[in-house]
């Protein structure tokens, strides 16, 4: 049993916070201040601050650029896109890289290893014909254009699958595509050029078979964002989370990505490592959160004491450094998982759903790792940027510092990729199995 | 013991209902959905809706008018001002009609019950001079003109008062104002007109008398609302919150409130209420948010069962309906000792510090009870309303639902008149007083 | 509304406080360190010490005995058994004289108000017949003897009462009992006499007209007390908790209680006073919790400073002063809400399931408020009996402190009379048939 | 990064759990009721079962002896005393070991590797004299006699180690002990023979230079176990935790372990790696309390379906899961931490206090990490087993299963070693020492 990181991934990790510390901190609250003053103004926010590109161009000249390709899949993509070292990273590799990131609500974006990007790249890099790769995938890993994935539906609940209401019909060599989308991520940005779209193909077909994805330019007739919606009373400028209706939209079968009624595979395979990625990044903002609640808790005085040493306060800082940690090597501890399905050749068996994955001989306890993350993270970092904010004061709630932000970030990963009672179920499920029918674990 | 309303309570509590199901709730979703598209617009969303104007002389008119008035200040200002029954009310018969406008946030602005205006009258009602009421006090009461509250500052920890920097310097017959201030709720709003101001006039003074308030009408020159902070992305249109800077500002001495040195009296005495007030608010929305959910509960499916049947669900929902019982009792408990020592002719001795209060006989149950709620209710309105938004998926984060809203404002009641830990300090003092020195209970 | 307690309540209260200061408090110490030891050297501790008999004696002489006696039941007993007043107590006015019991594990005992003989005499006033009141219930009232309620059984899911194997069969004149249960409280104990016994009559009956309760007593042939259970290590001596068979024992038909089949309504009348007494009693002994903890955390000192000012210990003593208070308040309520059924002349509803009692017009909010205290203060007593060990550091654990033993008491309340998970349900199930079918509250 | 334990530790945990389920769990339950039996019978308890003597015998033929030998320590012992390949183990080699004996609470005996005689070993191996090993090293090794730990004192907060009164005084070659310890685990066992006593020797010497440990022969005339306590009624029989006191006891000087004054070096070497242990230890009881809470749940049925389906039963077994998980990895990363530090060549550096440690260069990570998990595991295991408590209705507190017994062990961890506000604390030192004078991490 080895903790330290891998000798690529820490000196990664080394560079990726020094580039932050360096480039990006000395410029992203001006950044944010912009976005908060044009929105108070009634300006555009959407487009991004041209800041953003000239980091982008230095990050990928640095080679700090797409580390998020993974490594059994990155192929030439890792040496023509600019990925340190041509090849790509495990997820235990890449963790703390995206730990790394995800202290600044610039830094995903700047190093293009922002969601819901990264999970489409992931999906045209595993799935996508060479086709779609040329027409889509390289321009999202040049960081030329955005993407979108249409999957919830504002009318069901959406954790379900099966009630899932939008459609994908064949129609000789096009698919129509109907339904109404939301909290599709990224369409607020003009730069966002590709959706992905997941409907209803074959209702008779197995519960698995159902589903079809499908690669929807933005600009096909047909296509309208309807909304941006908030999310706490943040847009989260300049990606947005848009409700997305689509009227007899048509585009050409090819656009369907793998097949028809593949959907469900798809989505498995794309939401494994996301949820991860999700997760470290969660970690980074608790810690930045935590950093900026202890600096000023040591700063601040009442009652002829630093907040620091008042009431419960330490034992609150003390609580939430252990959070923080246990919830990193649980992660941690996910990505390795996930890495041993890989690294053992049974990669084809990833994009299965959870109970096939199991029938198939995918790892149940990486299934059930990904879950627990999913539960154990995002309200671990809730509980750790509201004791930030409680110690900020009323400052706290206010825009001068990122934590409302933060808190309305981790909020959502309670909701997106599942929510924690269906994450629960599915660890509940796990658990039970092991002793069904009086069996030993 | 009688835990059942008296008869003009529950009569007033029926009627402020039938007017908030008949007259507000039919509008409401529109008032808020205007402001939400004025946001996006970038258009004015501070100039409050006609529709409030309207719905105001409706609720006067129907005698459901400034029903907060305090039965033992009321006075002729009860008759003059509509409130039913020419008297006011006291705490215990208050409290469930401000649990009932609390459910919505219109409803208090609608029934001039509104903080902090209603804080701010009874600062005029019990310490105003008579110039000082006829001038600001009967506007107020008429619903002509809003005040504000300027008390915390951006620079120090404002829990603690001899932090603050901001100063009122007599200055022959004129005060002169300097200092900046924050969380002025209510500056955004342009029927704002006068603010009250706490600031240092004597540093070398007792703790207790260093400070002054002062009526200070906004348009004075060097007032300026510097900007409109957010609270986790809200504005709280159409009032908001506001740093305010006094540059050099002069305004007669007679604007003083009681007299120099007297705004901590003044301070304690309008907290009181107030926290029961808003604690009451907190639990009508927690029981609004409850509502919502469990709605969204039975109408949702997944995985073929109401969204209520599945998993915890419905043992969170049995939580929520305990937690906010016992909340509601706690502060009716708060509220009915509070009216013991008013109605106990003990009514002078209100305006005093805690320590004070209870060194000059003022029950410290009262004390260590208007803290209490003030820890519990808000922290319990946050579990509610975060267990119904978890039930409404991606929508409860939406303002297609007052949920996020919802949240935003319980959030900050943790922070607004002292933090959850200063409270904490107080009940614990009063606590530990019980047994020092080896002394009984 | 009034929190104040009626003069008859207030002056027991007073007057059970006085009796328990001067008379209990004294010798309760040596009791049960009386207990400890025997335990420890393997003597009998079943026998209760001659101790108790006394105070038992002075308890009547004083007119504090029986004062569990219902109002509405208590008919001439509360005349001839020497509660004070000649008339029993509402249930709201005896919870503060409840609450002042549970302070001490001696004093329920003392004043002939111990679970489960009050319950045992309550069904025997309410549902008994006069040969069986004449017999029984007057020696129990007189402090003579005691008795036990078997119902729970060791192999099944008890919670259920469908699952009950025991039986009870009529033959004749006669019904045959035969079956195991436990934690029969009360068994250990010399004094007992009587067993209330629950079994299955008619298994094809509806499910609330299968069990019948009837009266055994202890030395008929073929009950044999198995062995006495503990609970984490104690056994609450000198009652115990016992597990007991019935090996075809045979009692005559005139012992059934109310006729074969009225088990379940028996149950539901006894259950819910009995409940509100728990909790009453449990509030009691947090009480007594607190006030240790805090004496303790005033006179121990480290790191130089006394350990209420160490870290969040003053925190968390506000939170379980809170926790306390507004407990306290939801079973007051409860016990209000339960008396408002009672003295508008629906007694006679009493005795019904909560389904059942719902749909012949007893309150659903009192049938919501008994689950709810029953969730709710024995959780909350854990949470503050807790914080009062962890002040007393190892001592807290030793028997040096009836913390331990409290602990345990209270761990216990969360599974006797239904676990949480079931009380959660009839909550939730209450809240959700408000909203069913679209209803409005 | 690797989450695989090395081939050694994975080989001899395997081989530790098939003892364990093949020589263990058949015998352990009669071993255990046989205890109870005793008790409840007034017989001696104290005197280990013979069956404990032959599981001793045969672990040690096995090889499976003294597994907690630390590999920097062990020596020659490893190899003389049975140690599997002849040489000790890393912290994260052991702990899968120590998890798997800490399922049963019998295991720890029959390996020899039970608190609190590890911890003395580990002293002797570390600071004894060769003398001092010859004598009481050797025969502890090999399981002929028991030790104890005498240091907390009932007259004070023993956390804070200046409180100490006893006394350790030099007189000549002698040195003279005086005063009261309790909570002395494993002087109820008649094989306990000898004592390691910490005494205050130079009152007026550095905080960190006062106190001395000496080994006290327990037949040594002036020493006397005055009482057994319990902990929540139980006595951890067959070792229990005495309260022994010390009149004018004297013992040759040469029986002073280090040297005068050095006790603190040596307390705090003895303390790190013993609270892993203890860590590991109770994650196999949270496991083992999961699996039996999960079997339950499966067997038993309520209203029509096993628990595991009602409720949030399901939802409450998966946070159980994810504590279990998310606590183990924090355990198994301070136990690496602390291997750090040693395989660097640093172990001279062991054995100071916390604060002398990082001054002079060992990881503050690992001094916090060791206090992390001292707060999180006990809490987490509390947690559990709680649950699998409740699970098990009545039963769950009763001795018919090893839960309440569990529950009060882990319980017990909340104090022992120093309670969890001191833990919170020295966590939340280091962390606001990053910060402190502005710092950077």
Request: net charge negative; with cysteine; aromatic share 4%.
């Amino acid at each position: 049993m080895d903790f330290a990181p891998s000798p690529r991934s820490a000196e990664l990790t080394e560079r990726v916070r020094t580039f932050m510390r360096d480039e990006i901190a000395p410029v992203e609250p001006a950044v944010h201040q912009e976005i908060v003053r044009r929105r108070e103004a009634g300006e555009d926010r959407w487009t991004p601050s041209p800041v953003i590109g000239e980091l982008k161009a230095r990050a990928r000249a640095a080679g700090l650029w797409n580390l998020f390709l993974p490594v059994e899949h990155a192929g030439r993509y890792a040496a023509d896109f600019g990925t340190d070292g041509g090849e790509g990273l495990s997820n235990v590799d890449y963790a703390p890289i995206a730990e790394a990131m995800g202290s600044s609500m610039l830094a995903p974006l700047v190093f293009n290893c922002n969601a819901p990007d990264t999970g489409n790249m992931e999906v045209l890099l595993r799935y996508g014909s060479d086709e779609q790769r040329a027409r889509w995938l390289e321009p999202l890993l040049a960081g030329e254009i955005r993407s979108a994935f249409c999957m919830t539906e504002p009318e069901v609940a959406s954790s379900d699958a099966t009630n899932m209401a939008a459609t994908a019909v064949l129609d000789g060599d096009d698919v129509i595509i109907n339904g109404t989308k939301w909290f599709s991520t990224g369409v607020g940005n003009p730069e966002c050029r590709i959706l992905i779209f997941m409907g209803v193909t074959d209702p008779t077909a197995d519960r698995h078979a159902r589903h079809t994805m499908v690669l929807v330019p933005i600009d096909t007739p047909g296509v309208r964002v309807d909304r941006l919606l908030t999310t706490m009373g943040y847009h989260d400028e300049p990606l947005g989370h848009g409700e997305v209706s689509f009227d007899d939209v048509r585009v050409p079968a090819s656009n369907i990505i793998l097949g028809p009624g593949r959907a469900n595979e798809i989505a498995q395979g794309r939401l494994g490592p996301g949820r991860v990625h999700h997760c470290m990044r969660a970690i980074g903002l608790a810690e930045r959160a935590l950093e900026l609640g202890v600096r000023r808790a040591l700063e601040r005085t009442a009652f002829g004491r630093p907040l620091a040493k008042l009431g419960g306060n330490s034992e609150r800082i003390a609580d939430a450094r252990i959070a923080i940690n246990r919830s990193r090597l649980l992660v941690l501890h996910a990505a390795w998982l996930l890495d041993q399905g890989l690294t053992s050749g049974r990669a084809e068996r990833r994009g299965m759903s959870s109970g096939r994955a199991e029938r198939r001989g995918i790892s149940a306890a990486a299934v059930s790792a990904v879950s627990e993350i999913k539960v154990e993270v995002p309200n671990m970092a809730l509980d750790v940027i509201d004791l930030a904010i409680q110690l900020h004061g009323g400052a706290g709630l206010t825009d001068d510092f990122p934590l409302a932000a933060a808190w309305v970030g981790a909020r959502s990963l309670r909701l997106a990729d599942g929510p924690d009672e269906v994450h629960r179920g599915v660890v509940a499920r796990i658990e039970l199995g092991k002793y069904r029918n009086g069996g030993h674990r």
